[in-house]
């Protein structure tokens, strides 16, 4: 009954402060668009999107892909946008993928309810949240051209919308997949139930230059969404005066009109003594609880809106905001507070942070930083650097810790590369990458330091050891009946990964030396062993290779090992991992020798042995000197008395002949 007598003095209130109005001397408005400056922003949630449209979705039955296009009219600037996105629990496990693209730089901050979610994303996008794995890649600024890449990859889509100036979206995945077939946009689409945006209007007007008493002012929204059958719509409207601290200096008598179809009801809610109302349809208001109250008939032109408000002495038209669908409407105003603020000509403030804080909080966040076993390479679009500083100041020069790691400028960009272990890089048990970036601002003292850090991507490594204790540097070569050593790690973030080795085998080119090393997890070879491993993530093994044979020259060879790994990320999953690698002997000869090392030997001998007995055989045939021709060679003269006689004995002593041979009888 209290409410009810309230209810009545504030409407017979209302009443008698419109029935003392005339519209004697009231200047006309002509409306302007409004910057900033004036103080009055309006904000309202939707379903409708620009265009839009659901289908059944990837070939994949498991997969859910949502496309986002996100349109601001002010391409140039930077804009925070926050993504909410819920499930059941039932749905909670599905796999769902968003592919979102801009046409400006956004800084994207998404929560989830237990949902594991994966965002690709333009590189004007930087994501940011919990539960989710982000991919940055180049996507088309063409909403129907990326729609189109976006079925070819995954075969359907589910759904695609195109929003305008968002500055918060709810997305739902607890709907029933859509019985189209393929995804056709279509203009002014009702994502409804599944998504719902906050807007901050563009479109907003008023009159400042028709102020002729100051003391007064209007605010019209418009609500030109249609009618939803017989169904009743419902709009919540809240208005705020925002001040910095303490309260406004002055409650200016306000007049709100709200102009829908007449199957509206408003739900009036946050309000203040100075506001009056000229409403459509119906509308209930927060304070006097959930009593509906009729409303009046409205004009159904700007010009008419504009006359009703001037007839009601409200000539000054602080905003006027058409609406074309709206579940929720909220229009800020700002007053002033007290005193005016004395300038500040300290180092710049943003948002009531430090200069500093402010760079540290948004370039972490940004992670324009990549990590990998090639180095770190970081990219500053400038940009994205403009923006964030709104014309307050510049970057001129960036760098790593050591200031001899400067970055390069090719007018678009700012690009550093370095090795993992240069520029005062640090690495954090060999994955996380640790080192900071310096900017140096233009006209401002001093320098801007922003640590960063980042996980080098998982990867096993296998590798072999010519000695126990994995202290030397890694090899590729095996020694034949000489122990080998070999490592498998997982390169990992997570503290609690695991790794196993199910199976490990030795294959040679031939296929005939080949060797089953570890099978199930045991040891099959009887050369195979395990060692003491100093993590879960790493498992260490030696083994002996034996071969039938000599190794009279390297031999290539493949060490295979299929690998049960586990993290957090993944879950459970196997790996296969293999490493090039060549045999060599030993420097020790063996004791042995192979048959064919003997049937060369022997051939080797059976040759040499043909070819001497034939080189005696010629020389013999082209030397001897037949019993016949011996007798018809004339007996020798005796030699000039010059000549040496032991030389005459001599030839005397080696010649045997018959005549000689008688004479000497």
């Given at each position: 009954?209290?409410?009810?007598?309230?209810?009545?003095?504030?409407?017979?209130?209302?009443?008698?402060?419109?029935?003392?109005?005339?519209?004697?001397?009231?200047?006309?408005?002509?409306?302007?668009?409004?910057?900033?400056?004036?103080?009055?922003?309006?904000?309202?949630?939707?379903?409708?999107?620009?265009?839009?449209?659901?289908?059944?979705?990837?070939?994949?039955?498991?997969?859910?892909?949502?496309?986002?296009?996100?349109?601001?009219?002010?391409?140039?600037?930077?804009?925070?946008?926050?993504?909410?996105?819920?499930?059941?629990?039932?749905?909670?496990?599905?796999?769902?993928?968003?592919?979102?693209?801009?046409?400006?730089?956004?800084?994207?901050?998404?929560?989830?309810?237990?949902?594991?979610?994966?965002?690709?994303?333009?590189?004007?996008?930087?994501?940011?949240?919990?539960?989710?794995?982000?991919?940055?890649?180049?996507?088309?600024?063409?909403?129907?051209?990326?729609?189109?890449?976006?079925?070819?990859?995954?075969?359907?889509?589910?759904?695609?919308?195109?929003?305008?100036?968002?500055?918060?979206?709810?997305?739902?995945?607890?709907?029933?997949?859509?019985?189209?077939?393929?995804?056709?946009?279509?203009?002014?689409?009702?994502?409804?139930?599944?998504?719902?945006?906050?807007?901050?209007?563009?479109?907003?007007?008023?009159?400042?230059?028709?102020?002729?008493?100051?003391?007064?002012?209007?605010?019209?929204?418009?609500?030109?969404?249609?009618?939803?059958?017989?169904?009743?719509?419902?709009?919540?409207?809240?208005?705020?005066?925002?001040?910095?601290?303490?309260?406004?200096?002055?409650?200016?008598?306000?007049?709100?009109?709200?102009?829908?179809?007449?199957?509206?009801?408003?739900?009036?809610?946050?309000?203040?003594?100075?506001?009056?109302?000229?409403?459509?349809?119906?509308?209930?208001?927060?304070?006097?609880?959930?009593?509906?109250?009729?409303?009046?008939?409205?004009?159904?032109?700007?010009?008419?809106?504009?006359?009703?408000?001037?007839?009601?002495?409200?000539?000054?038209?602080?905003?006027?905001?058409?609406?074309?669908?709206?579940?929720?409407?909220?229009?800020?105003?700002?007053?002033?507070?007290?005193?005016?603020?004395t300038p500040v000509t300290e180092k710049p403030q943003m948002e009531g942070v430090s200069l500093?804080?402010?760079?540290?909080?948004?370039?972490?966040?940004?992670?324009?930083?990549?990590?990998?076993?090639?180095?770190?390479?970081?990219?500053?679009?400038?940009?994205?650097?403009?923006?964030?500083?709104?014309?307050?100041?510049?970057?001129?020069?960036?760098?790593?810790?050591?200031?001899?790691?400067?970055?390069?400028?090719?007018?678009?960009?700012?690009?550093?590369?370095?090795?993992?272990?240069?520029?005062?890089?640090?690495?954090?048990?060999?994955?996380?990458?640790?080192?900071?970036?310096?900017?140096?601002?233009?006209?401002?003292?001093?320098?801007?330091?922003?640590?960063?850090?980042?996980?080098?991507?998982?990867?096993?490594?296998?590798?072999?050891?010519?000695?126990?204790?994995?202290?030397?540097?890694?090899?590729?070569?095996?020694?034949?009946?000489?122990?080998?050593?070999?490592?498998?790690?997982?390169?990992?973030?997570?503290?609690?990964?695991?790794?196993?080795?199910?199976?490990?085998?030795?294959?040679?080119?031939?296929?005939?030396?080949?060797?089953?090393?570890?099978?199930?997890?045991?040891?099959?070879?009887?050369?195979?062993?395990?060692?003491?491993?100093?993590?879960?993530?790493?498992?260490?093994?030696?083994?002996?290779?034996?071969?039938?044979?000599?190794?009279?020259a390297a031999s290539p060879a493949t060490l295979l090992c299929k690998l049960h790994l586990h993290?957090?990320?993944?879950?459970?999953?196997?790996?296969?991992?293999?490493?090039?690698?060549?045999?060599?002997?030993?420097?020790?000869?063996?004791?042995?020798?192979?048959?064919?090392?003997?049937?060369?030997?022997?051939?080797?001998?059976?040759?040499?042995?043909?070819?001497?007995?034939?080189?005696?055989?010629?020389?013999?045939?082209?030397?001897?000197?037949?019993?016949?021709?011996?007798?018809?060679?004339?007996?020798?003269?005796?030699?000039?008395?010059?000549?040496?006689?032991?030389?005459?004995?001599?030839?005397?002593?080696?010649?045997?002949?018959?005549?000689?041979?008688?004479?000497?009888?």
């Amino acid at each position: 009954m209290e409410k009810m007598q309230c209810l009545a003095a504030f409407l017979l209130a209302t009443s008698a402060a419109f029935t003392r109005a005339s519209p004697v001397n009231v200047p006309e408005c002509t409306l302007e668009p409004l910057t900033k400056d004036h103080g009055v922003k309006v904000f309202y949630t939707t379903s409708r999107v620009a265009n839009g449209c659901t289908s059944q979705g990837p070939t994949d039955p498991s997969l859910e892909v949502h496309l986002l296009f996100l349109r601001f009219s002010s391409p140039s600037e930077l804009f925070s946008l926050q993504i909410n996105v819920s499930a059941s629990a039932e749905k909670a496990n599905r796999r769902s993928m968003f592919v979102v693209s801009s046409n400006a730089y956004v800084h994207l901050t998404v929560n989830t309810e237990g949902c594991h979610l994966t965002f690709i994303t333009t590189t004007r996008c930087m994501v940011q949240g919990a539960n989710i794995e982000t991919q940055q890649t180049n996507l088309s600024s063409s909403s129907e051209e990326l729609l189109q890449q976006t079925k070819k990859d995954h075969g359907g889509i589910s759904s695609f919308a195109e929003l305008e100036n968002p500055r918060q979206i709810h997305f739902h995945l607890d709907g029933e997949p859509s019985s189209n077939q393929d995804c056709v946009p279509e203009k002014n689409f009702n994502a409804d139930p599944y998504l719902e945006f906050e807007v901050a209007s563009d479109n907003v007007k008023g009159c400042p230059s028709s102020s002729g008493n100051p003391q007064k002012e209007a605010h019209i929204v418009w609500l030109q969404q249609d009618p939803q059958g017989s169904s009743p719509q419902s709009v919540d409207l809240n208005i705020e005066q925002n001040c910095d601290e303490g309260e406004p200096e002055n409650q200016l008598p306000t007049l709100l009109v709200l102009k829908s179809h007449t199957g509206v009801t408003w739900n009036i809610g946050q309000m203040f003594d100075s506001l009056k109302f000229l409403v459509s349809g119906k509308y209930t208001m927060k304070k006097f609880g959930a009593v509906q109250m009729p409303g009046v008939d409205l004009p159904d032109s700007k010009e008419g809106l504009l006359a009703e408000s001037r007839s009601k002495e409200f000539a000054f038209v602080a905003s006027y905001t058409e609406i074309t669908s709206a579940k929720s409407i909220t229009l800020k105003l700002e007053r002033v507070c007290g005193r005016q603020a004395t300038p500040v000509t300290e180092k710049p403030q943003m948002e009531g942070v430090s200069l500093e804080s402010f760079m540290q909080g948004l370039i972490t966040t940004w992670k324009p930083w990549r990590c990998l076993d090639s180095g770190i390479e970081i990219t500053l679009a400038k940009d994205y650097l403009r923006a964030l500083f709104e014309n307050v100041t510049k970057v001129t020069d960036v760098t790593l810790q050591d200031r001899s790691c400067k970055a390069t400028d090719n007018n678009t960009h700012f690009i550093l590369r370095s090795k993992l272990r240069e520029c005062s890089t640090y690495l954090e048990r060999d994955v996380v990458v640790k080192n900071q970036l310096v900017f140096s601002l233009h006209l401002l003292p001093g320098e801007i330091m922003v640590p960063f850090e980042c996980d080098l991507p998982e990867k096993v490594f296998l590798q072999l050891y010519p000695s126990p204790d994995f202290g030397s540097e890694p090899t590729t070569v095996v020694e034949v009946n000489k122990a080998t050593y070999v490592q498998v790690q997982f390169r990992t973030t997570d503290l609690r990964a695991q790794l196993q080795i199910e199976d490990c085998s030795l294959q040679t080119a031939d296929k005939t030396s080949s060797q089953l090393l570890i099978g199930g997890g045991k040891p099959l070879s009887y050369s195979a062993t395990f060692l003491d491993s100093p993590s879960s993530t790493i498992s260490r093994f030696s083994f002996v290779y034996k071969s039938g044979e000599e190794q009279w020259a390297a031999s290539p060879a493949t060490l295979l090992c299929k690998l049960h790994l586990h993290s957090q990320l993944h879950g459970d999953h196997y790996n296969e991992t293999s490493l090039e690698m060549t045999f060599k002997t030993s420097s020790t000869p063996s004791h042995s020798l192979g048959i064919g090392t003997v049937l060369g030997i022997t051939f080797g001998a059976f040759l040499i042995g043909v070819l001497l007995t034939a080189a005696l055989w010629y020389i013999y045939s082209h030397t001897h000197i037949p019993g016949p021709m011996a007798k018809m060679q004339p007996v020798a003269e005796n030699p000039p008395a010059s000549e040496s006689s032991s030389t005459n004995h001599s030839i005397g002593s080696t010649q045997s002949t018959p005549c000689s041979t008688s004479s000497m009888a």
